[in-house]
């Protein structure tokens, strides 16, 4: 994994894509943090047609590889990985007002929820909590082709600290 620094940022973009980036953020008028640029411009997707189990196996495996990355490249710089499940993964460095703890989904579980399999919103049973393989998430299956599909996630961070110190991200 190749970084790019840019004006005290780690990128995973070129300069010349990160100074057309902030223009483009100054143009909106948009108040600008470095760990939100850093967020936007660092965000990685699985495979967005996998399954949602799938998906969320590689974004897990995309945060470890981040991890690994950033304390190879910045064994001396404090760093938080977000993960959206069936979404996304990203870095940004540490500062002060970042976000480094769980922050929970913003509506309630709704009676159907988007199947991978099936493109489109279906009705779900519940299945049993915690999930072995991913206990922080809740998950349905679909009641049309049984997928399974995660309900409700909300966006976890993992804090990855200099010389190898890490602390988890609290999941409920």
Not at 62 to 91: G, K, T
């Amino acid at each position: 994994m190749e970084f790019t620094e840019f004006n005290g940022m780690v990128l995973l973009e070129s300069p010349d894509s990160a100074r057309e980036g902030l223009r483009r953020w100054q143009e909106r008028g948009l108040p600008f943090t470095r760990w939100r640029y850093e967020r936007g411009v660092n965000h990685t997707h699985a495979d967005m047609i996998a399954a949602d189990r799938e998906h969320v196996r590689q974004e897990v495996e995309i945060a470890a590889e981040f991890e690994a990355a950033l304390r190879q490249a910045y064994p001396e710089r404090d760093f938080v990985i977000s993960h959206i499940p069936c979404y996304a993964v990203s870095f940004y460095q540490l500062m002060d007002d970042a976000p480094t703890e769980y922050v929970p989904p913003k509506e309630p579980v709704k009676e159907a929820a988007w199947c991978q399999n099936c493109q489109r919103s279906r009705e779900y049973r519940l299945l049993p909590e915690p999930d072995a393989e991913f206990p922080w998430l809740r998950w349905g299956a679909c009641l049309v082709c049984g997928n399974d599909i995660v309900l409700n996630h909300g966006e976890e961070f993992r804090r990855v600290i200099k010389a190898n110190n890490v602390q988890p991200s609290a999941k409920s």
